[in-house]
């Protein structure tokens, strides 16, 4: 073979091993998405290669400021926004709604409530339309265009400047009217849940609204699918043992039932 073959057959198989790393970035990314943090061991199963090779792609998709590692596993670098409210409201809505139809069993009719204007949170007050009398407070206006004006329900909404995104007010104006009340029950969302660093938000205005609930309500309903589960957002905004009754779609695994014994978990 001459010289010149044998340099093009080279870099061919380096081409070839650019590419396969490049795809296998890829696919590690894809998998990182769903918020959670993944282990090596899983990824490396799920890629059928090596936990060294997942250590490598992972070191590399670091540098780029693409993935956290963490001890034995990474997860996406935190973004700093969520997307708009219709755009979210769409994203595992099937189990938003199971969990919805969960938390709204909790509810009786007469509550008074903070309902708080994630996408969870709307699920949950479109199946509360049949509840009567209930004193609704919150800072959405999904949650106030379901449940306001029906029922003999009393609605108090919070004003302000509004995030057309969130279709809510959660700026110092509604933050400050927010915490005049005294709720039976908030009914919370969350961006993320990790247990080290508790419950997490993305938006600086929800992150201080859930803290002024979980100040003021008498028990906290928090509402979280299971791509909140392990995921991590901008801002920390209570610890797990604030929440009263988790409702969820999947049920936890050893390290998250522990965390939230303390709770009662109901699994949609």
Do not use: W
């Amino acid at each position: 073979m001459s010289c010149r073959a044998s340099e093009s057959t080279a870099s061919d198989q380096r081409e070839g091993t650019i590419e396969k790393r490049s795809q296998r970035q890829r696919e590690i990314i894809t998998r990182l998405r769903s918020g959670r943090t993944l282990s090596v061991t899983a990824l490396a199963g799920d890629l059928a290669v090596s936990d060294e090779t997942i250590r490598r792609e992972l070191r590399a998709l670091e540098d780029q400021g693409v993935v956290i590692r963490e001890h034995g596993g990474a997860r996406m670098a935190t973004p700093v926004h969520e997307g708009p409210l219709h755009q979210r409201m769409e994203e595992n809505a099937d189990a938003k709604l199971r969990i919805a139809r969960a938390a709204a069993e909790l509810v009786d009719d007469g509550a008074i409530l903070f309902i708080d204007s994630g996408t969870t949170s709307c699920f949950i007050a479109r199946q509360l339309v049949e509840r009567r009398s209930l004193t609704v407070v919150t800072n959405s206006l999904h949650v106030a265009k379901d449940l306001g004006g029906i029922n003999n329900n009393r609605l108090f909404l919070a004003g302000g400047q509004m995030d057309y995104d969130y279709r809510a007010f959660s700026d110092h104006v509604a933050q400050e009217y927010v915490r005049g009340f005294t709720p039976h029950l908030a009914i919370l969302s969350v961006g993320g849940i990790s247990i080290e660093r508790g419950l997490m938000d993305f938006h600086p205005g929800e992150a201080e609204m859930s803290r002024i609930a979980y100040a003021t309500s008498k028990r906290v309903l928090l509402a979280a699918d299971r791509s909140k589960i392990g995921r991590y957002a901008l801002i920390q905004t209570a610890a797990l043992t604030d929440v009263d009754i988790l409702v969820t779609d999947e049920p936890l695994n050893e390290d998250y039932a522990r965390a939230f014994a303390h709770a009662e978990v109901v699994v949609a």
